[in-house]
């Protein structure tokens, strides 16, 4: 079964510091998605992606947060410089299109120290 | 405000036993969708409902959702270790509230 990569699982990194997350999706799925979740919560969207366009970057922190999608294909999301309130997951999905559900990879567990 | 709030916020209970959770809202979604996330996983998508008061089931998993589209239920007969695990509600991808996803209901069943 297609899955969406994430990697790294784990990350801990000090503040101030740069981080960066990888995402590659299903193959074929045009619709990328970064969320954030932290503990006990639901996600909350980051941004959106269509094929290497953004579509929705209203949530995304754009002092610190920087996202890209150069080829349409994988992703990264970086995070300079990391906060302590950005230890979170950081959930990637994609969406073959506009009705059906999410395809969410494992995620990567950011701790910030 | 939540825009989708769930309830009961944490649920611990029995193997064996049922439970029912819930996702309100005041909002007007054209479809739900129901997912349930394992620790340090991702969610996984368990049922997208679609028409007020349709009824899904899923093994031992019955989901409603409301006449009127605004609210949704997840029963769960018997429940088992294995059900352990975050299930959060979210609409579906048309209309104004895309991507959101409600507050979640963390439930533990005990073995």
């Known amino acids: 079964e297609a899955e969406v990569a994430q990697s790294p699982r784990y990350k801990i990194t000090e503040k101030s510091q740069a981080v960066a997350f990888w995402c590659d999706p299903i193959s074929g799925h045009a619709t990328l998605y970064w969320y954030r979740q932290i503990l006990g919560q639901g996600p909350e969207l980051l941004v959106q992606f269509q094929d290497e366009s953004v579509v929705d970057d209203s949530q995304l922190p754009k002092d610190r947060f920087s996202a890209e999608r150069l080829k349409g294909v994988d992703s990264t999301l970086k995070i300079q410089p990391a906060e302590l309130g950005d230890s979170a997951m950081y959930l990637c999905?994609?969406?073959?299109?506009?009705?059906?559900?999410?395809?969410f990879g494992s995620g990567t567990r950011l701790t910030v120290v | 405000t939540q825009l989708l709030e769930q309830s009961p916020q944490f649920l611990s209970i029995q193997e064996g036993e049922n439970l029912t959770v819930y996702c309100n809202s005041s909002s007007v979604f054209s479809s739900l969708q129901w997912y349930r996330q394992e620790p340090g996983e991702g969610p996984v998508l368990l049922v997208t409902?679609?028409?007020?008061?349709e009824v899904k089931k899923l093994k031992r998993l019955t989901f409603q959702f409301g006449d009127a589209r605004k609210d949704s239920s997840l029963h769960i007969t018997a429940a088992q270790p294995g059900d352990t695990g975050l299930y959060l509600c979210?609409?579906?991808?048309?209309?104004?509230?895309?991507?959101?996803f409600g507050t979640g209901t963390r439930l533990k069943v005990l073995a």
């Open positions: 409902v679609v028409t007020g008061g």
């Open positions: 999905a994609s969406t073959p299109g506009p009705s059906t559900g999410y395809t």
């Open positions: 979210a609409p579906g991808f048309s209309g104004t509230y895309k991507y959101i």
